[in-house]
């Protein structure tokens, strides 16, 4: 059983385009990341979420992307204007701040 | 800033072997190291963690060392098989949150 599930797999769309990428912690963490992956480069930490606020985020979580967990259970990351630069697989994690973090399959984002 | 390295970027093995996969952080100041496997197009594997205050950590065929100090960690795997054939990541925290990756070694084992 996946520790995390994330929806759609795949996501196309086009530039200037909302997103909304879906998460769902099967356990109850405190703790809920959100990294991304562009084809070819590293893992980069986006925004962590505790106590359902943002605890920390990078230099590329900018006024474009946004995180919410609406219903207590579903975790969503909202890019607002895609741009042909956001294509990237973006991993949702959960964990408990120091110990081991979970990561879901992915959902791949392909900007047009 | 924290930067982290992985060398070598690729390696190529017969099954059967012994390797060992490198991993150095620039700063030390770090509150635990985690190693992942990650499979083509696949999400992350946790592997294995270790906390700043610990060696090494062990699971299966797989031994994960920690020399806080010198900024370093190696992943060993031993008897490799054909299975063991993925990316592997090495990332640090500090003050437990945050990851921060390496860009991964991929490792091939021949049958």
């Known amino acids: ?112 | 800033k924290q930067e982290v390295t992985q060398i070598p970027a690729a390696l190529s093995v017969p099954e059967g072997e012994n390797l060992v996969l490198n991993c150095s952080f620039t700063d030390s100041a770090i509150y635990n190291l985690q190693w992942f496997r990650q499979d083509p197009g696949k999400g992350l594997t946790s592997l294995l963690l270790i906390q700043s205050s610990q060696r090494e950590q062990t699971s299966g065929r797989l031994n994960a060392s920690l020399d806080k100090s010198s900024g370093r960690s190696t992943l060993y795997i031993a008897a490799s098989q054909p299975g063991d054939s993925a990316t592997y990541l090495c990332a640090v925290t500090k003050a437990g949150t945050a990851l921060i990756f390496g860009k991964g070694t991929t490792l091939s084992v021949s049958s």
């Not at chain 1, 997103?19 to 986006?46: A, D, M, T």
């Not at chain 1, 920390?56 to 607002?80: A, H, M, Y």
Request: hydrophobic share 30%; with cysteine; glycine share 6%.
């Open chain 1, 1 to 112: 059983e996946p520790e995390v599930t994330q929806t759609p797999s795949h996501q196309v769309t086009q530039m200037g385009q909302e997103v909304i990428l879906r998460c769902v912690p099967i356990s109850n963490h405190l703790y809920f990341y959100w990294y991304r992956q562009i084809l070819g480069q590293k893992v980069e930490f986006l925004v962590s979420f505790y106590n359902n606020e943002i605890s920390e985020k990078s230099e590329i979580f900018d006024d474009q992307f946004s995180v919410e967990r609406p219903d207590g259970s579903n975790f969503t990351l909202k890019i607002r204007s895609t741009k042909l630069e956001d294509s990237a697989m973006y991993f949702c994690a959960r964990g408990r701040g120091t110990d081991t973090q979970y990561f879901g399959p992915g959902t791949r984002l392909t900007v047009l």
